[in-house]
């Protein structure tokens, strides 16, 4: 039997990658998203589906985490997918079949109009991605 998931998705560079609306489907089938943006986005606006492993790039590592080989992950960050593509090339290695990294990330999720839930108490400020820190409470 053929996994649908090897169907999905296109090659970049080596790498599995799956378009936004595709990664959405795939999660209502019961794929994960492995977030690995920093704590502070992630606190303010995270993906609206209900498997999600927020994985905190900074802090953790794929060792840190269970992981089943027979899963369908999706790999994501912000939207440079950098390190998105670097785990899903250490998975690969490790064996995992189905991962892909999230062509254009969070940005492009959200700008593709899929869910996302958001907590404007934790809403970040700055002139840049670099400079992003939550906003002082009134």
């Not at 489907?25 to 019961?30: A, P, Q, S």
């Not at 209900?50 to 994985?55: F, M, N, R």
């Not at 269970?66 to 670097?86: D, W």
């Amino acid at each position: 039997m053929v996994d649908k998931a090897h169907q999905r998705g296109f090659i970049t560079g080596g790498l599995p990658n799956i378009a936004p609306s595709e990664a959405y489907g795939l999660c209502n089938e019961g794929a994960v998203i492995i977030d690995i943006r920093g704590k502070y986005i992630t606190a303010y606006k995270q993906f609206g589906v209900s498997k999600v492993i927020y994985l905190n790039k900074a802090r953790t590592t794929l060792a840190d985490i269970n992981l089943e080989k027979s899963g369908v992950y999706i790999i994501a960050e912000t939207s440079t997918s950098v390190n998105s593509r670097e785990i899903v090339r250490i998975l690969i290695k490790k064996g995992f079949k189905s991962v892909y990294n999230l062509a254009g990330g969070f940005v492009e999720w959200e700008r593709d109009g899929l869910p996302v839930v958001e907590n404007k108490n934790a809403r970040l400020t700055g002139s840049c991605i670099c400079q992003l820190r939550p906003r002082n409470k009134k």
